[in-house]
């Protein structure tokens, strides 16, 4: 079992991640932020679905992913189609342009990566993705439900009644 020096710096590590996250946001293209992206690569993952179980994914409030739907809509990335089963909602969908932009994201993000990982080995590449897809799955799907924090502890203490 790990000790609290190793935890400290998986910690540690898993901090700086972000600046791997923050490279890849620089090499999107000017008019796909970082969130218009999120939606796209969702999108194009989990296939069609409501604005809601968007905004679950996103682990961001519906304000936001209103924000980052409307962006993507104006590109004409995506398509908001009348819900079926309800007609009051919206079916979001990627379109033809969507999922041309979809691959030149998934171009360029393969690209950086093939760059910055060019002297590990294959081997090296697929144990990293087993590892991560196992710490993942060890939070379960922290996208769509906000972590609990177990309760702390409490000490009883024996009370004495004060003496005279």
Do not use: N
């Not at 990566?113 to 081997?123: F, V």
């Not at 144990?127 to 769509?144: E, K, N, P």
């Amino acid at each position: 079992m790990a000790g609290q020096a190793q935890y400290e710096e998986l910690a540690r590590q898993l901090s700086a991640v972000g600046a791997v996250k923050r490279e890849m946001g620089r090499i999107l293209p000017s008019d796909c932020p970082t969130g218009s992206a999120a939606v796209l690569t969702l999108l194009g993952r989990h296939g069609d679905m409501r604005m809601s179980r968007l905004a679950e994914l996103l682990a961001v409030d519906m304000s936001v992913t209103s924000r980052h739907v409307a962006h993507v809509a104006a590109h004409g990335w995506i398509e908001r189609c009348p819900d079926p089963a309800d007609k009051r909602s919206r079916i979001l969908r990627l379109t033809p342009a969507g999922l041309d932009q979809l691959d030149e994201l998934s171009r360029r993000t393969s690209r950086l990566l093939a760059d910055r990982l060019s002297d590990w080995t294959d081997e090296e590449v697929g144990q990293l993705i087993r590892l991560m897809t196992r710490l993942r799955a060890s939070f379960g799907d922290c996208r769509s439900a906000p972590a609990r924090l177990p309760a702390p502890v409490v000490e009883e203490t024996t009370r004495t009644p004060a003496s005279a």
